[in-house]
Antibody, heavy 116, light 108 residues
């Protein structure tokens, strides 16, 4: 069974940084691109970032470009999202998801709250 | 970037009703469209991919159609467990792979 487990969320002040992690199981991690999708409280889904299986290619939404970095360690079976210069509008539940689109597997989400 | 316009934003329906949700892309996406169902407090669940391909385990009352820029999700006979929010997502070419704004299906 495919499972994705996010961690690293929490409360951070505006301008601060946070690193999210996603630990997958049940599939060959290195064979799949991975994505981060977020959902602000009471709002819709927003695609945030994605990375190829090898890690050579990365993609970002305009709203986070230059502030967020996505990476992966295939030897540790872990996906990361480094979030810098956080803003109030980055407050959301962050999901990691398998593949670039048509995400068949999702994590349970981790809440990031940006507030002073 | 490709924009996705989903309608309606919400609808009220009764058990047994036929429900239709539409998604329009700002450019052709060659059937590279997924539909998701999300219930409160839960992660989204993939229902269909490639516009009309039903995912394993998804009831056959869900169907998808469309081509070019216009796509439709249909629930043929709404069941109590179908009350949820539905999203489309395009995954044509390269990211960003944008979502529609969502359609909340409520009980009439």
């Amino acid at each position: 069974e495919v499972q994705l487990l996010e961690s690293g969320g929490g409360l951070v002040q505006p301008g601060g940084s946070l690193r999210l992690s996603c630990a997958p199981s049940g599939f060959t991690f290195s064979s799949y691109a991975m994505s981060w999708v977020r959902q602000a409280p009471g709002k819709g889904l927003e695609w945030v970032s994605a990375i190829s299986g090898s890690g050579d290619s990365t993609y970002f939404a305009d709203s986070v470009k230059g502030r967020f970095t996505i990476s992966r360690d295939n030897s540790k079976n872990t996906l990361y999202l480094q979030m810098n210069s956080l803003r109030a509008e980055d407050t959301a539940v962050y999901y990691c998801a398998q593949d670039l689109g048509k995400h068949r597997a999702w994590g349970q989400g981790t809440l990031v709250t940006v507030s002073s | 970037d490709i924009q996705m316009t989903q309608s309606p934003s919400s609808l009220s329906a009764s058990v047994g009703d036929r429900v239709t949700i539409t998604c329009r892309a700002s450019q052709g996406i060659k059937n590279s469209l997924a539909w998701y169902q999300q219930k409160p407090g839960k992660a989204p669940k993939l229902l269909l991919s490639a516009a009309s391909r039903l995912e394993s385990g998804v009831p056959s009352r869900f169907s998808g159609s469309g081509s070019g820029t216009d796509y439709t999700l249909t629930i043929s006979s709404l069941q109590p467990e179908d009350f949820a929010t539905y999203y489309c997502q395009q995954y044509y070419s390269t990211p960003p792979f944008t979502f529609g704004q969502g359609t909340k299906v409520e009980i009439k």
